[in-house]
C-alpha cells in the first residue's frame, strides 16, 4: 500500500520505476521491460528519487530491486542508444542509475537481485551496501568483450572483494553464478527465489530500527576514509569535523541510548 511521505516528498511513480514505502523503508522497483535496462530518462528518474529518499528524515532505509525473473539490469540500454541516447549523456543526479555518484548518500540501501545482472547492472549493485541474490542469479562484466571498460566497476570491485578475483572477472568478463559470488564476499546472502523478496525486507526492518544518526555516521566515516590514513581518518572523527560525526555526538539519541542501557530497555531511536 502506498503511504503519504513527508512534506518535501514528491511522487515519482512511474512506468519505469515503481515505489512502495512501509515505516522508515522504501522500496524501489525498477520496471522497464524487456530486461530493466536503463536509458538516459529512467537514469534521471532514479537520480531524483534517490535524492529524495536521500533528503527525506521520515526514510532511513531503501531496497532496489527489479520486477521479473529473468533480469535484475543488465545496464546500458543499447537499443536507447541506437535511437539517440548518447553514452555520455545526461544521467541525472547520481550519475549512472541515480546512485553510483550521489553525494552524502548516509542511508543505507539494500539491493534485491534476481536473474542477469551484468555490466551497467552489477555497477548499480555495487553502488549499494548491502547485496541479496536469488539462488539464480548470475553475473559478469562483459564489457570487455565489447572493446570498453566497465569503468565504475574498475574501481569498486578491487575495494569489495580479492583483487585478483576482480581482475578476473574484469579481463575476462566471465560469467560466474550466486554461489561463487558469495564465496568471494560480494554478497551478503543467497536464497531460493520466492524468498528475495522477504529476506530484503527482513534486512532492512532490521537496519531501520537501529539509530539513524550512528548508520548515517557510519556511512560517511567509511566513504571519508578511503582517501586517508588511518590516523588521519581517526583526527577526523575525534575531532568532530565530520558532519554526521557533530550530529550524532550532540543528539538526543546518543543520550538514549546511554540511558536505555542503563534501565535495562530497549532504545527508541527519534534521529535527532
Known amino acids: 500500500m502506498q503511504q503519504t511521505l513527508g512534506s518535501n516528498w514528491k511522487s515519482l511513480d512511474t512506468e519505469p520505476l515503481r515505489t512502495r514505502t512501509r515505516g522508515h523503508i522504501l522500496e524501489i522497483t525498477l520496471d522497464r521491460p524487456k530486461a530493466n535496462a536503463i536509458d ?26 527489479a520486477a521479473g525473473v529473468k533480469f535484475f539490469c543488465p545496464g546500458w ?59 539464480t542469479a548470475t553475473f559478469a562484466l562483459p564489457e570487455i568483450r565489447s572493446g570498453t571498460v566497465a569503468d565504475a566497476a574498475s574501481i569498486k570491485l578491487p575495494k569489495r572483494i580479492p583483487y585478483h578475483v576482480a581482475m578476473d572477472l574484469l579481463l575476462t568478463g566471465r560469467w560466474f553464478d550466486a554461489e561463487e559470488a558469495l564465496k568471494w564476499g560480494l554478497l551478503r546472502e543467497v536464497c531460493p527465489a520466492d524468498e528475495l ?76
Open 197 to 272: 523478496e522477504q529476506r530484503a525486507w527482513d534486512l532492512a526492518d532490521l537496519l531501520a530500527s537501529g539509530p539513524p544518526l550512528v548508520m548515517a555516521a557510519i556511512k560517511e566515516v567509511v566513504r571519508e576514509a578511503e582517501s586517508l590514513n588511518f590516523q588521519d581518518a581517526l583526527n577526523r572523527i575525534t575531532k568532530r569535523q565530520l558532519a554526521s560525526i557533530d550530529k550524532l555526538y550532540s543528539s538526543e539519541d546518543q543520550l538514549e541510548g546511554a540511558r536505555a542501557f542503563a534501565e535495562k530497555r530497549d532504545p527508541v531511536w527519534k534521529g535527532r
Open 77 to 135: 540500454d543499447l537499443k536507447a542508444a541506437a535511437d539517440g541516447d548518447a553514452v555520455d549523456g545526461d544521467y541525472g543526479i547520481g550519475g549512472f542509475g541515480g546512485l553510483q555518484e550521489l553525494g552524502q548518500m548516509n542511508k543505507p540501501v539494500i539491493c534485491a537481485v534476481q536473474g542477469i545482472c551484468c555490466g551497467g547492472g552489477l555497477e548499480l549493485a555495487l553502488s549499494t551496501d548491502l547485496i541479496l541474490a536469488a539462488d
Open 40 to 65: 538516459l530518462a529512467t537514469s534521471r528518474l532514479m537520480g531524483q528519487l534517490f535524492m529524495q529518499f536521500r533528503d527525506d528524515a521520515e526514510l532511513r532505509v531503501a531496497i532496489l530491486r
